[in-house]
């Protein structure tokens, strides 16, 4: 019998503490055939088991171009985070997926992208990210806004000094006001107010971004002052969910699934969207 | 199951102030008493929420103890009073949903009592033996479950198990 | 009724309370409950022997917060109960989950409720509450109607069933309660209706730790079943309204009422009857007896 | 569709044929679909209203088990379960109960297929029967099925008189489960059955599901969910009794230190924290948000998704509603 509910078993190579609340597992499959079948593209979510726990769901944050390891963050907030984050080096968690939609990379190429996160939001923008950077040719030029409350909430250090460090890439780091560092050399103010003074052109131009609620509500008619169309701001939803499959019947928004007809969706789609999220 | 070689397993939520401490003494004073409890540190008889005595019946004790302070002993003042007058109903419901009255016993034992703690250890002891395991409640969890088979941690058997 | 109406009008009219909970009728043998703000929709209000709710579950801090403090002047919240429901309302006053002046208590003298909806009122329909019903005059009240009534006497079957358990072995008792719960599809319909079930997060909700579990099979509903009764034990005030929600029949109010007969044997204390004593698992007593304790 | 005509007596014959077997059999009982252990308990009775939960859990059980697993010390191993449906017979379904498996096989099998659903579901035969009795509740008129429909049958009997039946033969799979006892069986004319029918009063048609459906789309917000609201209890009684409700919580429960199992349970979308996020949002945080959910689940996102009414008007949910609200009134309200 083909058990849709069954994850595969997947060992823990490395913890990667982030911050004080968020660790990065790097993941490889205990089966080495199921780790090369294993494809997915960037944006696309999976469920995390902690067995004896429960399940919970992430998104991949490592790019489908890395294919060494399967990286996923999370914050410690619930059951299963807790449960995961007793987890070491050498444990065995249980991964089901992909699921979920993607961002169209294929069709944005030949334009410019602007990412924005803020939070915990980057970890799908770091897989968005990553595999932008790794086909760097095809894509003109990225422009990345990164935001988060304070400077000991940043996470994805090393990542985020590759990208300052490339030439061909714009990184814009900011924290709140009040939550930087005597010694921080990035900007400070909120990630909408940053985006203004950056201001970038919006012609052929995709935004994808990703962050808390109240960060998206102002950050859309910034978006569209500048002149951005609502059918290129590219955002995720999440909602809870326990299937992930399209079954359990709790994750849905109006008749939308955001498990099988999101987590992207773009901004015009939103808008059409009741309000239930 | 052989009744002779059978031991029980029994929970028991002591206290930390009196019954606990009692246990020690008892320990120091080298009291011999039968070694199927497993004490449960809490800080009072007065917290120990029903569904911890549920829980240990579910993950199979046969008897449960809880044990405090004697009256007007509680570290907290009243702990035990309340505690006593929630065990009396507690007790009355389980016995009417048909769970043996010895399953669950209650004591007072002080920190100087290491006798005493030794003689009920052994007569709840005693009581469940002769009442035998607690099939009925050991059925219901026999429900949905498997038996593993045995495996090797270091070998590679799981992973073929899967393929 | 025409009273019920006129007063209910009146008290929203005058702004005295911010809604009346009382009972509408939907059709012949049903009734349904309502929370009527404003002062037309009176007319549809009524009472009879087919109101078989207990409305109290209905006054939850959250929603008092919500209806009587939207000004500056706190108003209060009207309730037409029955005098058994006036039980459960004074042990929610006892417990601080409400307060006795942000209520307006509506009663009336009682006649016996029909024990479901769709059924005519008749001796053998009659609620197994009102049967052994000792309260048929309210205990508090506001506003009492009606004239004294007389209850149809009748059998009660469930106290013979707790007397038929009763003479059961423990095996039988075991038996016969896991082949009850063993029914129990876990949808908490009882807890719902219950108007002291009033956590914000019951226990069965929290699962860091999990302590009951949500499955329903034998082992998680046994667990769900004792839990539910102990926390009403001496606390119920046998309005029965969980044995009527439960969409398996399953004989909850046995055990609730069982425990309510311990209650006034050992301690010979009811629920909800006087807003003077403290309740029984609330308070203790340093003379209580010691006889369970080794 | 062929019709043919056999003896009460030689349907009996067959039902204990099917029991000698070990096939589970199932008959509507007072309060819910009873197993047959002995072939008297089979009563035929149109006249009988809907148990008061429909046979949804054989092929969707309240609890199932996904997997089990056993921790070591860093290590896990997964036990898989093989769901093998096992032969069961529905002698007697309420047409409204009859279509139900149909229904949430949409859902179990789009995209990703629920073989824990499909495996028992296909094992099922259905031999519905014509139903001649309704109460204030009833409305499968409404959402287009009938007190004579044979929408999920496999097989359907109209009784003729006394002690024959007329049985139609809806499915191949009726069919083919008709044919060890060809035997017993007559050849019917459809017009005497017809004749049956046509005499079956039928519910009064409540509302227009297409008109409620074109209502749920312009109405999200609207004054009608908070008055519901504020007097359900979200007991979710309503989710539990109904014949196609799906939704489902999965949870992990240890039975030993190191061994444990995933087990599927029957949720309910009146729950206030079924959509409850971990960090405390919760997007149908008030009752009628949820109330709202369940009526535009059932009239208008199914119907989305897959052209299907999630609903087969029995009328459970009202009758059993411990706060007596009648779906079928506020649905019939859901107009301007």
């Known amino acids: 019998m083909n058990n849709i509910y069954k994850p595969h078993l997947a060992v823990i190579k490395e913890v990667i503490e982030e911050s004080f609340d968020t660790k990065t597992f790097r993941l490889k499959f205990k089966d080495d055939k199921t780790h090369n079948l294993f494809t997915f593209k960037p944006g696309q979510f999976a469920e995390y088991s902690a067995f004896g726990d429960g399940e ?20 410690v907030y619930g059951k299963v985070t807790q449960s995961l984050n007793r987890l070491n080096k050498g444990d065995t968690i249980g991964i089901r997926g992909p699921y979920g939609n993607s961002f169209p990379l294929d069709d944005l190429k030949g334009k410019n992208i602007l990412f924005i996160a803020g939070g915990i939001g980057i970890a799908p ?28 909430d940043l996470i994805y250090k090393d990542e985020v000094k590759e990208w300052i460090d490339r030439k ?32 970038p052109a919006s012609e052929n131009t995709a935004a994808i971004l990703c962050g808390p609620p109240v960060m998206i509500k102002f950050t859309i008619p910034v978006l569209t002052g500048l002149g951005f169309k609502d059918d290129d701001i590219y955002t995720t939803l999440e909602n809870r969910m326990k299937c992930g499959l399209g079954k359990c019947g709790r994750c849905n928004i109006g008749n939308v699934y955001v498990c099988k007809d999101g987590p992207v969706f773009t901004y015009a789609q939103i808008k059409c969207l009741p309000q239930e999220y | 199951m052989d009744k002779e070689k ?23 004073s080298r009291i011999k008493y039968p070694s199927n409890t497993k004490l449960i540190r809490v800080m009072c008889s007065g917290s120990v929420d029903p569904v911890f005595i549920l829980k240990a019946f579910e993950r199979g004790a046969d008897g449960v103890l809880v044990s405090g302070c004697h009256p007007n002993d509680c570290h907290y003042n009243a702990g035990n009073f309340h505690a006593r007058r929630r065990w009396d109903f507690f007790h009355k419901l389980l016995d009417f949903i048909g769970i043996e009255k010895e399953r669950l016993q209650f004591s007072w034992i002080s920190a100087s009592e290491g006798k005493k703690f030794a003689d009920v250890i052994s007569k709840i002891t005693k009581d469940i033996k002769s009442l035998g395991p607690f099939k009925a409640y050991k059925q219901m969890n026999s429900e949905f479950t498997v038996n593993f088979p045995e495996y090797n941690e270091s070998s590679n058997s799981i992973n073929k198990e899967l393929q | 009724m025409e009273v019920l109406r006129k007063y209910a009008s009146e008290l929203l009219e005058k702004k005295a309370v911010a809604a009346v909970i009382g009972y509408v009728r939907v059709s012949d043998k049903r009734t349904r409950p309502a929370i009527i703000t404003n002062p037309e929709d009176t007319s549809s209000l009524v009472f009879d022997n087919y109101c078989l709710n207990n409305l109290s ?54 006649g016996g409720v029909v024990k479901d909806f769709g059924l005519e009122f008749s001796k053998e329909t009659l609620a197994s509450k009102c049967i052994h019903c000792e309260s048929q005059k309210p205990v508090y009240f506001d506003k009492l109607f009606g004239e004294e009534k007389k209850i149809p006497a009748a059998e009660d079957k469930q106290l013979q069933k707790i007397n038929e358990i009763d003479s059961m072995s423990t095996e039988e008792r075991f038996e016969f309660f896991k082949k009850e719960f063993d029914k129990c599809i876990k949808c908490y319909a009882c807890r719902a209706v219950c108007p002291l079930c009033y956590c914000q997060r019951c226990i069965t909700d929290k699962t860091i730790p ?24 001496a606390r119920c005030t046998g309005c029965g309204e969980c044995e009527r929600a439960c969409p398996m029949d399953i004989p909850l109010g046995l055990i609730n009422r069982t425990m309510a007969i311990e209650a006034k044997k050992s301690f010979s204390f009811v629920s909800g009857r006087s807003l003077e004593i403290p309740t029984l698992v609330g308070s203790f007593d340093v003379k209580d007896s010691d006889e369970l304790f080794m | 569709m062929t019709e043919k005509i056999i003896l009460k007596d030689d349907f009996l014959k067959i039902c204990s044929d099917l029991l000698s077997k070990g096939d589970t059999l199932l008959a509507p009982g007072q309060a819910e679909y009873i197993r047959i252990k002995d072939i008297s308990e089979i009563i035929l009775n149109t006249s009988a209203l809907p148990p008061k939960t429909s046979f949804k859990s054989y092929a969707f059980p309240r609890s199932e088990p996904l997997l089990y697993y056993k921790r070591g010390k ?61 109460d204030e509740y009833c409305f499968c008129t ?110 992990d429960e240890d039975y030993s230190y190191s061994e444990g199992r995933r087990m599927k349970n029957w949720d309910g979308c009146q729950f206030g924290h079924f959509t409850l996020h971990a960090s405390g949002h919760n997007p149908r945080d008030l009752q009628s948000k949820r109330y709202r959910q369940r009526i535009n689940h059932k009239f208008r996102y199914y119907v989305d998704r897959f052209g299907k009414i999630l609903c087969t008007g029995c009328g459970r949910c009202s009758r059993g509603c411990p706060v007596s609200i009648n779906i079928k009134e506020i649905v019939s309200n859901c107009k301007d």
């Open chain 3, 210 to 233: 999990c302590w009951i579990e949500s499955s329903s099979h034998q082992r998680g509903n046994f667990s769900w079943n004792i839990v539910r009764a102990f926390h009403l034990s």
């Open chain 1, 125 to 152: 923008v770091r897989c968005t990210i990553e595999y932008v950077l790794d086909n760097r040719d095809q894509y003109k030029n990225i422009i990345i806004i990164y935001g988060a409350r304070s400077t000991g």
């Open chain 4, 142 to 251: 409404s959402v287009g099925t009938s007190p004579v429909s044979e929408k999920g049958s496999d097989l359907f009997l109209i009784p003729l008189d006394e002690n024959t039946f007329a049985i139609r033969i809806v499915t191949e799979k009726g069919n083919e489960f008709l044919k060890p006892y060809t035997e017993f069986l007559k050849d019917g004319n459809e017009q005497n059955s017809a004749m049956i029918t046509k005499k079956v009063k039928f519910p009064e048609i409540a509302f227009d599901k297409d008109e409620v459906y074109e209502w749920l789309g312009n109405n999200f917000e609207s004054p009608k969910w908070e008055n519901i609201g504020n007097v359900c209890l979200s007991c979710a009684q309503c989710a539990f009794a109904c014949p196609v409700c799906h939704c489902f919580d999965i949870v």
């Open chain 4, 74 to 134: 860093n290590d896990v191993q997964i036990i898989d379960i093989n769901v093998e449906g096992k032969n069961i017979v529905v002698i007697g379904a309420k047409p409204c109960d009859a279509e139900s498996l149909s229904i949430m096989n949409h859902l179990f099998t789009w995209d990703y297929e629920d073989e824990f659903f499909t495996a028992r579901a296909k094992h099922f035969i259905v031999i519905g029967l014509m139903c001649s009795n309704f």
């Open chain 1, 168 to 199: 061909d890439v714009k990184t814009i780091i900011t924290v709140d006001p009040g939550g930087e560092s005597p010694s921080w050399k990035g900007e400070v103010g909120f990630v909408p107010t940053v985006l203004e003074k950056t201001a």
């Open chain 3, 57 to 110: 579950v209905y006054l939850t801090k959250a929603r008092i917060k919500a209806l009587c403090r939207t000004s500056d002047k706190p108003m209060k919240l009207a309730i037409t109960a029955k005098p058994c429901d006036v039980h459960s309302i004074v042990a929610l006053i006892q417990e601080n989950q409400i307060h006795r002046d942000d209520i307006h208590i509506i009663s009336f003298n009682c």
């Open chain 2, 6 to 28: 059978w031991e029980p397993k029994i929970a028991a939520f002591v206290c930390n102030w009196c019954t606990y401490t009692g246990a020690d003494l008892a320990g120091t």
């Open chain 1, 56 to 75: 919970s769901t992430f998104c991949i944050s490592s790019s489908p171009t890395r294919k060494d390891f399967i990286e996923c963050s999370f914050k």
